[in-house]
């Protein structure tokens, strides 16, 4: 799961804007650690403090104070790494895409796994052609997570869009819906109708 969400911007940062609060984040350490994401896509050394000032209010003094709270929560690592020239301190975001996978991985609701979630990418990638947008990937996200549709239901509802040449998401949705709705009861069968006034018992 963290590889796509490693290759994948887009989501992150929706994803982070939606659920930063429930991922244990306050606003100014959300904007820091999006600012460490888009520069450092794995491991590089720290960054210039002025880098991270850029384009926000805090200061120098705030953005060290949120770097050690993210340090703390896990969400990134700086450690010591060995060079040609000696040492110096190495940051990596590893951690927060962990973080972020792990929270809209529908294994937290025992439902999926992984190996189901990254064969279905695939599955529709290669019979579309061509690689998920962000906006498509995220789409998929949501149906494993949040509406909380299977894999096979998913597959099964591309794959009938796909026999009517149709490639939409979108379309696919409405299909996913048409399949969950819940069916209507049956109507119940009216009575005859009894002319009573000449003599007719409902019971005939």
């Known amino acids: 799961m963290d590889k796509y969400i ?3 911007t887009f989501p992150v940062n929706k994803i982070l804007f939606d659920h930063y609060s429930a991922l244990g984040l306050d606003e100014s350490e959300l904007i820091i650690l999006i600012k460490l ?3 450092h896509s794995d491991t590089r050394p720290l960054p210039d403090i002025t880098q991270l000032i850029e384009g926000t209010t805090l200061s120098g003094k705030s953005i060290n104070m949120i770097i050690q709270q993210l340090i703390s929560k896990s969400f990134i ?9 000696g040492h110096r301190e190495v940051l990596s975001v590893a951690p927060a895409y ?22 279905l990418f695939s599955f529709v990638e290669n019979l579309y052609g061509r690689a998920l947008s962000p906006s498509e990937f995220e789409r998929m996200n949501s149906w494993l997570s949040d ?21 939409s998401l979108q379309y696919v949705e409405r299909i996913l819906n048409n399949l969950n709705r ?12 009894r002319n009573w006034l000449k003599g007719e018992s409902l019971d005939d």
């Open 6 to 8: 490693r290759n994948i």
């Open 37 to 39: 994401m888009q520069h």
């Open 77 to 85: 690592e700086i450690y010591n790494e060995t060079t040609g020239d």
């Open 98 to 119: 962990e973080k972020v996978a792990a929270f809209i991985s529908p294994d937290k609701n025992d439902v999926k796994d992984e190996h189901q979630i990254q064969e």
């Open 147 to 167: 509406s909380n549709y299977s894999v096979d239901m998913i597959k099964e509802s591309v794959n009938l869009a796909y026999k009517n040449q149709i490639t």
């Open 182 to 193: 819940t069916p209507l009861e049956p109507k119940r069968e009216r009575p005859p109708v």
